[in-house]
């Protein structure tokens, strides 16, 4: 089971974020606000994966809001050059299509002892995804 959640702009919630961390370290007597992400995201449960088209740093932005909740947070983006005639293909060069959104969840949950990581390499290969292949950061 799984949610998903579109994100439009991770710069508007990083705003919302900082204004909010402002307002509570000038309110220090004042009930704590929570930030928008927070707010969305507080009864959830499980890790957090980020999947986009613009660089891993775009997503990062929010983390310090996703740390608030003490949740794993994980991002994938295309941090490279060129390699994109089309968007189903750029997703698949940099590793941030459905296949490695679900290996990502899958890894995450493993780590944090809630499924074994043979649950993982089994992923991998249903996908078909190479572990061998050159990381796209690098080619």
């Known amino acids: 089971e799984a949610d998903i959640w579109s994100c439009p702009s991770f710069t508007e919630l990083a705003r919302d974020g900082n204004a909010v961390a402002r307002v509570n370290l000038l309110n220090p007597a004042g009930k704590p606000k929570r930030s ?4 969305c995201l507080k009864d959830t449960r499980g890790p957090i994966i980020a ?20 949740r794993r947070y994980t991002v994938l983006g295309t ?7 089309t968007r189903e293909n750029l997703r698949q060069f940099f590793e941030v299509d459905r296949h490695y959104v679900a290996v990502a969840a899958l890894k995450a949950l493993a780590d944090e002892g809630q499924m074994d990581k043979a649950r993982v390499v089994e992923a991998i290969a249903k996908y078909g995804l190479d572990p061998n292949k050159p990381n796209p950061l690098t080619v």
Request: with cysteine; charged share 25%.
């Open 79 to 85: 941090d490279g050059f060129g390699r994109s005639d």
């Open 51 to 70: 999947s986009t088209d613009y660089i891993r740093t775009f997503a990062e932005q929010i983390r310090p809001f996703i740390c608030n909740l003490a």
């Open 36 to 39: 928008h992400v927070e707010q």
